[in-house]
């Protein structure tokens, strides 16, 4: 069953900005791990014509450059794994992106696909988030560069307009005294979407937390940011006495709800203190690393 | 010997690699039109109208059909209670309701699968809707919503077991265990949802072309059903991608055949193809019981279990499918391997209007093993007895009753069976009896682990009196020398790997190279009758009659024949039904002993289960193909695994709410039991091919309990119900507030 009728594969941002423009009941497609099984489901309205953004040279840009990562919105899943700079300096990326679909999917999921999505626990937003990425975005009149938040209209409904194109992520990289980690609830084990995760990014002074980013998913209609926790975080020690106020923070601030089947938001806020503690704990360890070389192998599944 | 006992390579096995095997997906027939059947989508109404009028309308519809086109419309594996299409005009009162949601209405075939579809969406059914009822118990209630109102009663089936007085034996007592158990539904989730084409062959016969698991019923199911003497009705197997009970009863074979029929009776002569998708697969065809079970057992100090008394429920669902005998199974193993002299059993198999029920892997042993190893477990608890030396205490010997009163046929292993495997998983045999290995260190102080132990046994071969028959041909071709032997037999090789069995088996007999072997198979006009590739028995029934034609054969042989040709049909002995009052009989002509360990890590956490290892000891009398054996071992270990903590079938007034494989979870290869190890045991069976018994099922059956049991080790909490998904295991531990009582 045909679920398309035109096929583009342009060359240039422009091109494919151009035929997202000129062509009726056009739709942007990247890995489309999700938006086919949509499509093909019936859960997408039904789409002409699809622009297929995986050969635009800017889309597939990796590299450091003044501090920040910049990953291309279209680059594979499995080659952004395999970047040593994700895992060195955006430790909670890799980690999430690992986590994602099967080995398979990664081949052909992307980045900008996941957060295009606009799904409120998708694994790479939920880091993406966590480590304050901002995002490029062209469309006819221009690139800018937007916070991530600023893409997501509600729960899988995006800000971007159908002439608009995710190009990369600019990710801030961790410096010394910082780091990052993302952590999921799943089942089954590999191939399903989370129950809950979360995203955790930290400076650390001595023995205080100096500065934390704290992303969670699904809280509400979009990506998380749990501010009133990461304030009563801030400036504090990894006690016993913070983490509980933290959790206690958490739970008030965070809107679990319960999902037909999967999880009750009883089960997500109990899960929220757990994933809190892990996922802190873990990242206040990796601040103590010098770097890269030290960072020992992630749980990475293959 | 040279065949019998030899990791033989499978004989599918390259053609299932390269691809080049076609699965009844995979048949496509010069002009075939395409069919789309029109589901109930609603659990209980009377349908008023039908108006086919748009859909025959739609350009490239070549025909639709409805309950007034089924020559005879009814159908069903144990009793006819099923219309083939719901709706007005049946010759049969009461097809004009639908009682499921995956009842068929309507049956469109047009030019392409999206025309079908739509057209399908163009039918418009008026609808009477009636009262729903999916609780079990509240469909037995004397004012209960009928679902077969010609029945007087949605109890379709009551078997009772007396057994000495139970009364008087629980005064003698020392400890009682009572409980209440719970099990869950399940999906067979095989690998090929179903498919098929339906066409009239170069001799005139109405043909289908599908996977099941018996060629010859489903044969006389179409024929019933279409009118046709069975000799019109053709039935063709080809590669078949899973099964575990789920291809027993009927999905698209009657509709493709009735179709390929009335479209050949309007001058229509071309195939018919249908695809299920997974959505439609999974409200189409049966699931496994959900039961609930109240025990209460009893037991001397000494470690004497000398009463049980068992309440049976399952779930039927809409239509018997095959209840009534996993009912049987489940009545008989519901006090589980051992020789208990009072006994109490009342079962009951009840309609409603959930998805029907049906075999799955086990039949019934599962749900009943759960609730009868649970109460041991919980008796040598009681007792403070290790449940090794508590089962050896209680096990049926050589010789053993029953609880219907007759003994188990010869060769009873299942002492040596749990021996073995306490062995392996580091029980040890003392002065003072078994005592069990040291728990396991928990490796953080949220990660607990535990280790468990349950045991059981299951039948091989048909029960209860039903008259078990399986025929096989052979036919040998050379000179000097058997250059060439042919065996045809109808045994579907559903991945189990029957196929590669029966050539091993004919070699053997024939003492001639594997490769000299010709099999043809699954084919009603080319074989005979074998049975069902179900109840374990395939390796033993059809094992037993390539073997004895083998045998025949290879006498005329010696004696200078030239071709030969053997037909033999093996009968086992026979077996007998409950006794209406007391449940006596001779249940089963053989019978297969399994015992199984099982080591958890509960995530207090998360309350995510895992299993680290498993031991599963299986006396199989003889393994025709050791590692087939060891397949099946592995296979039904995750498939229990999947069971006993993930798989999680939903139902809401009737709606099934975990309709793709998104939200109905089965294992992944990351949640299965990280280490299995087999025992693969041979205890031959006096009437066994080459002493062979049979291991389907076996493997399945214990590891829910020896799960149950694990978890128990790790945290001290009972758990009555399953699966152990997370938010049960932590409401268990107490860290989430237990469920308000539903």
Redesign the interface.
């Known amino acids: 069953m045909a679920i398309w009728t035109h096929y583009y594969i342009p060359q240039t941002l422009d091109e494919a900005l151009s035929l997202l423009c000129r062509e009726p009941q056009s739709k942007a497609i990247a890995g489309g791990t999700d938006l086919l099984l949509e499509l093909q489901q019936g859960r997408h309205p039904p789409v002409r014509t699809l622009v297929d953004l995986s050969q635009i040279a800017a889309l597939q840009r990796l590299e450091m450059s003044q501090g920040a990562l910049w990953i291309g919105a279209s680059v594979p899943l499995n080659r952004v794994i395999a970047w040593p700079p994700v895992r060195h300096f955006a430790t909670a990326l890799c980690e999430a992106i690992s986590l994602i679909g099967g080995p398979q999917v990664r081949n052909v999921a992307t980045l900008g696909g996941n957060v295009a999505h606009a799904l409120p626990a998708a694994d790479g937003a939920i880091a993406l988030l966590a480590l304050d990425a901002q995002v490029l975005v062209a469309s006819p009149e221009g690139q800018r560069l937007q916070p991530l938040l600023a893409c997501y209209a509600g729960p899988g409904k995006t800000a971007l307009q159908r002439a608009e194109i995710i190009v990369a992520f600019q990710v801030p990289a961790c410096e010394k005294e910082e780091a990052s980690a993302f952590r999921r609830v799943m089942r089954p084990q590999g191939v399903a979407i989370a129950i809950e995760n979360m995203g955790i990014w930290l400076r650390r002074k001595d023995e205080r937390i100096e500065d934390i980013r704290i992303a969670v998913g699904p809280s509400g209609p979009m990506p998380f940011r749990a501010r009133q926790t990461e304030q009563v975080l801030r400036g504090k020690p990894l006690d016993e006495e913070t983490l509980a106020e933290a959790e206690k923070v958490l739970k008030s601030e965070a809107r679990f709800r319960t999902s037909p089947h999967r999880a009750t938001a009883e089960y997500r806020y109990h899960l929220a203190g757990v994933l809190l503690r892990q996922t802190l704990q873990t990242a206040w360890e990796r601040t103590q690393l010098n770097f890269a070389e030290e960072l020992g192998p992630l749980s990475v599944k293959g | 010997m040279k065949w019998v006992g030899q990791s033989v390579h499978r004989v599918d096995a390259v053609g299932k690699v390269t691809g080049e095997t076609l699965f009844p997906g995979d048949v496509n027939l010069p002009n075939q039109a395409y069919m789309k059947i029109l589901f109930a989508q609603r659990p209980h109404a009377i349908i008023r109208r039908i108006d086919t009028s748009k859909a025959e309308a739609l350009e490239g519809v070549i025909a639709v059909f409805t309950a007034k086109d089924v020559p005879n419309n009814e159908y069903g594996l144990i009793m006819p209670d099923q219309p083939v299409l719901c709706g007005p005009g049946s010759n049969k009162p009461y097809a004009d309701r639908v009682r499921f949601i995956g009842d068929q209405v309507a049956l469109v075939i047009a030019e392409t699968?999206?025309i079908a579809a739509k057209a399908r969406d163009l039918i418009e059914v008026e609808y009477e809707d009636l009262p729903v009822v999916t609780d079990m118990v509240a469909a037995m209630q004397p004012d209960a919503p009928l679902l077969h109102p010609d029945r007087g009663s949605n109890v379709f089936c009551h078997y009772r077991i007396r057994k000495g007085d139970v009364e008087e034996a629980f005064k003698r007592c020392d400890v009682i265990i009572e409980g209440e158990y719970r099990t869950p539904s399940q999906e067979h989730a095989y690998l090929q949802p179903e498919a098929g084409v339906g066409y009239i062959d170069e001799e005139g016969r109405v043909t289908i072309q599908v996977a099941g698991q018996w060629t010859h019923e489903d044969q006389e199911q179409i024929a019933h059903a279409l009118n046709l003497p069975l000799e019109k009705v053709r039935v063709i197997y080809p590669a078949i991608g899973g099964a575990f009970g789920g291809r027993e009863d009927m999905s698209i074979q009657i509709v493709l055949a009735l179709a390929a029929l009335r479209l050949h009776e309007r001058g229509i002569n071309r195939p018919v193809k249908i695809i299920w998708s997974r959505e439609e697969s999974i409200i189409g065809h049966h699931k496994r019981h959900p039961f609930l079970i109240r025990a209460k057992w009893g037991a001397t100090k000494e470690g004497k279990v000398i009463a049980a008394e068992m309440q049976l429920i399952a779930d039927g669902g809409a239509y018997a499918y095959t209840s009534t005998k996993v009912l049987g199974n489940a009545t008989l193993l519901c006090t589980g391997p051992y020789e208990i002299e009072n006994v109490k059993v009342d079962s009951y198999a009840v309609y409603t209007n959930n998805i029907p029920t049906g075999a799955f892997r086990g039949f019934g042993g599962p749900q009943a093993l759960f609730a009868a190893e649970t109460q041991m477990n919980r008796l040598a608890e009681a007792l403070g007895m290790d449940v090794v030396e508590l089962r050896l205490r209680n096990v049926l010997r050589e010789g053993s009753l029953l609880s219907v009163g007759t003994p188990l046929p010869k060769g009873v292993s299942i002492a040596q069976v749990i021996e073995e495997c306490a062995k392996a998983a580091g029980w040890q045999q003392t002065e003072d009896g078994w005592k069990r290995p040291p728990k396991p260190q928990n490796p953080a102080p949220h990660l607990w682990r535990g280790i468990g132990f349950a045991c059981g046994f299951k039948n091989v071969g048909f029960s209860f009196g039903y008259p078990e028959q399986c025929w096989a041909t052979v036919e040998l071709y050379g000179g000097a020398e058997i250059e060439r032997a042919i065996v045809r037999h109808a045994g579907a090789d559903v991945g189990q790997g029957a196929h590669t069995v029966m050539a091993q088996i004919a070699a053997e007999t024939l003492g001639i190279p594997l490769e000299r072997v010709r099999l043809v198979l699954s084919d009603t006009a080319l074989t005979d009758n074998s049975g069902s590739a179900s109840a374990s028995r395939m390796t033993f029934m059809a094992g037993n009659a390539i073997k004895k034609a083998c045998e025949a054969a290879l006498e005329k042989w010696r004696a200078e024949e030239r071709p030969v040709m053997i037909r033999y049909q093996y009968r086992p002995p026979a077996t007998t039904p409950f006794d209406p009052q007391t449940g006596k009989c001779e249940p089963n002509f053989a019978y297969g002993y399994v015992a199984q360990a099982a080591e958890v890590e509960i995530d207090t956490?998360?309350?995510?289960v895992r299993l680290l290892r498993v031991v599963s000891a299986d006396d199989v009398g003889k393994a025709v193909n050791p590692i087939q054996v060891q397949g099946q071992i592995e296979g039904a270990v995750v498939q229990a695994a999947g069971y006993a903590v993930?798989e999680?079938f939903?139902q809401k007034d009737g709606y099934v709410?975990?309709q793709h494989l998104?939200?109905y979870?089965?294992?992944?290869?990351?949640?299965i039991p990280e280490r299995v190890d087999s025992l693969i045991l041979e205890y031959p069976d006096p009437l066994g091919p080459y002493g062979a018994r049979g291991v389907g099922e076996m493997p399945f059956l214990p590891l829910t309990p020896a799960v149950i049991a694990a978890v128990h080790d790790a945290s001290g909490v009972w758990f009555s119900e399953f699966p152990l998904?997370?938010?049960r295991v932590?409401r268990g531990l107490g860290?989430?507030?237990p469920l308000p009582a539903s």
């Open positions: 699968e999206e956490e998360t309350g995510h993930l999680n939903v709410l975990t998104s939200t979870l089965i294992p992944s290869v990351l949640d998904i997370p938010e932590l860290k989430l507030k």
